[in-house]
């Protein structure tokens, strides 16, 4: 009996310990799942036979010891800062390690150890890392093999509402962290690549320049780009590639929308808003609006941002009830904190809603003189609030390698990604009997300079 | 004699050198001007034989102390940051001290001390801080002493160049450091309070939520919000006022041209440009815009930002070469770097050109029932490049406050700021011989609500 350890049993593990219960009897396995509150752990395993649930609190030294010591393969699904105790771990007993997150710079130092010791990190084996590291590789490496060479490379990824529970004006719930939505693009600029010329793009205008792209069967959504998209040329062999740009997806129109919070500042996390825990919806839009005795908020708000009345955007943000008299509620909040829970009361998903991932990718190439493009794209629907369409998309893959692992069918060594062939090409194969599929096309090449103008 | 010790002899130390050495013959002064570069202290002093320059690192702990162990009192020019060393110095060996920055937490912690060995630290005696303060108090104190009721009060400090010097469309050259003026007003978001209403402004909308204000003889001004005007609710014992606001002023029309910037991301200080030594102008201008074969960088940005051809915006663009094919030559720069190099080709002063500081306050008050309002207004022109106005307005407060303390005419210890009657009624007065004059007038109050709507 083999056994493995699964640290962290949030929603995102969903999937991951099903798939590794569902093949415990044929593959004579033992699932140990540990996490802080032990009755999380309990339910994911609903009494399974060939299952137990510890309580694990990871930052008792002994206690993670004691667990890595006693499993053959570890999962961890702790957030990314967490994973480093564990890959110590696991590098002192000799055990394979699996992640969903990015490769930190600390990880990344273990490699040589790794490798010496003859074990397996892999890392980025999610969704996003992950299936796009996959999914893009296979048609890099295709595109490559025959001869061809990469001009462009466009890929979007998007946590969205599936259409069926697509039921408000933004064609948007929160399907995962819902602060990360709200702060999303801060920081620095987002910078990417296209036909050789630098681009950079201020979080001010972010989301008033999207791209717009077709997933077939569900019609046009748009693209904001990824803060840095520039380290995915080492990553996947693409140093000289003139056009290289990543982004998240979402329905044409959210964006252009979202853009109102961003311009009024109410996304900002930085500071604390006076006596945030007595104001109104109202006093919060209006906070960040000029002062007039009279004017109303509404009006103020649409002369500032220019929106006519009849605009869908103004549409939107009734929705939101931004100008109601609901008490925000909670003691010294930032705009973001405040916005985020407007946001939820409008943006939770219900009871029997489900989530959708899209992904889509554009591969741009020249082969014997001629250019092509081939596109992929990625559609999966939640099956309920449990087995989401994201706790699939992160834990299949998961639990796929982790398996791989374990019975030598993956056997290279070190702090990895799956952008090996022998690595994603059986995954992303098995992945498909779970209908995480792609669908690609070729498609006449445009790039962004099609008549070569220089 | 009395030694006075003035360490940093840079641009603001001008006239505060000046007035000193044209007291010193009937004061039985010497004054000594330390800097790291001993030839700016010379050129300062002219030979004058009440003065001495010295070379002096301040990091040099010995030399450091064994100036201010010799001084009778000590005047800190340096940057802020610095002030802390001299500070601890002045406690160690019981000299008076005086500089024109915020007094910082650290400073503020030897308050005890200082006052304990009966030592008097007066701090925020330049323009702002400085000349604000204490025009500020004078009236704020008048109005309360005679038994009114502060509504309101703004206040509005503009560094500017002089209208004989004014040669360009944006009505501005940089008078000081240029790099603050590049990213002025960055991080988190303006604070301000009208009508007891607490007010945000983010950086992306801080330069098109201007006030308008004018200056008899001047013409007219605007000011956009400092970061955080709040402060000065406990500064000034205002700390109920419905109204407080502090901004900065340009002429009109300068910040609605200077938003282009912030939209594309050309202030941004947090990332470096790739390849910037290599760019021109016009490759930095279009990195921010998107990509086109064909279309021109110049349409681009105009489409992008809503510019029309008659604009006096594009004018303003036009003016700074922004789409020349001008070397950038700055190793690894960041956009703001790159932006203060191509302001600077046509911001400079020259050589005949003079500065002016331009500040503007509104006191408004309840008295007997009845709502007033006081304007006051300050503008001085600099003499030259040395004696520049912001030299005087800076150095002037801090030499009359430094002979005041020294001659035992202001005699309150501990870690000051000049709030205080005493402090400020004399100073004031004296800076009239130097033309640095408030004009008063009484104004209907208007505040944000006049007619008292609720």
Redesign the interface.
């Known amino acids: 009996m083999k056994n493995i350890l699964i640290i962290g049993a949030g929603r995102s593990a969903s999937s991951l310990i099903k798939y590794l219960l569902d093949k415990s009897e044929e593959e004579n396995l033992h699932i140990i799942v540990a996490d802080m509150n032990k009755s999380a752990a309990e339910a994911k395993i609903n009494n399974h036979k060939n299952a137990s649930a510890v309580s694990l609190n990871v930052f008792d030294e002994n206690d993670r010891r004691e667990a890595v010591k006693n499993a053959d393969i570890v999962i961890s699904m702790l957030p990314a800062r967490f994973h480093l105790e564990v890959a110590k771990d696991c590098l002192e007993f000799g055990k394979n390690m699996v992640t969903a997150s990015y490769v930190s710079k600390e990880m990344k130092a273990l490699d040589e150890q790794v490798k010496s010791k003859g074990l397996t990190f892999m890392n980025e084996i999610g969704l996003d890392p992950g299936v796009d590291h996959m999914s893009a590789m296979q048609v890099i490496d295709r595109i490559r093999d025959n001869g061809g060479k990469m001009l462009l490379f466009e890929s979007f990824t998007g946590g969205l509402v599936a259409p069926e529970s697509d039921t408000n004006l933004w064609n948007y719930k929160f399907t995962w962290n819902p602060r990360n939505v709200v702060v999303a693009g801060q ?3 987002s ?1 990417f690549i ?2 050789g ?9 972010l989301f008033r ?1 999207t791209e717009f792209l077709n997933i077939d069967g569900y019609g046009r959504f748009e693209g904001y780009a990824n803060r840095d998209s520039l380290k995915y040329r080492s990553v996947y062999g693409l140093d000289d590639i003139p056009t290289l740009y990543r982004g998240t997806m979402r329905k044409v129109g959210f964006s252009r929308a979202w853009n109102v919070f ?4 109410m996304t ?1 996390d ?2 604390q ?3 945030s825990e007595n104001m109104t919806y109202r006093d919060f839009t ?9 004017d109303s908020a509404e009006l103020k708000l649409r002369h500032y941002l220019k929106i006519d009345q009849d605009d869908i955007v103004w549409d939107k943000l009734m929705e939101l009830n931004l100008f109601s008299s609901k008490k925000v509620e909670l003691k010294n909040a930032t ?1 973001a904190q405040i916005l985020q829970k407007i946001l939820m009361d409008s943006w939770t998903l219900e009871k029997n809603d489900k989530d959708m991932i899209v992904m889509h990718h554009k591969f741009g190439y020249e082969y014997k003189g001629e250019k092509h493009q081939i596109e992929s794209q990625m559609v999966v629907i939640g099956d309920d609030q449990t087995y989401t369409a994201m706790a699939k998309t992160v834990g299949l893959p998961v639990a796929i390698a982790t398996l791989k692992i374990l019975n030598g069918n993956i056997t290279k060594t070190g702090v990895l990604i799956p952008i090996d062939k022998k690595v994603y090409a059986p995954i992303l194969k098995e992945l498909e009997e779970y209908g995480i599929t792609f669908t690609e096309k070729k498609v006449p090449f445009l790039g ?2 099609p ?4």
């Open positions: 920081g620095s600029a910078k296209q036909e010329k630098y681009k950079y793009i201020p979080y001010q205008k320049r961003v311009q009024l500042g900002d930085s500071y808003i006076e006596d209006n906070s960040f609006l000029a002062y007039h005795p009279t705009p962004y300079n008549e070569n103008v220089s």
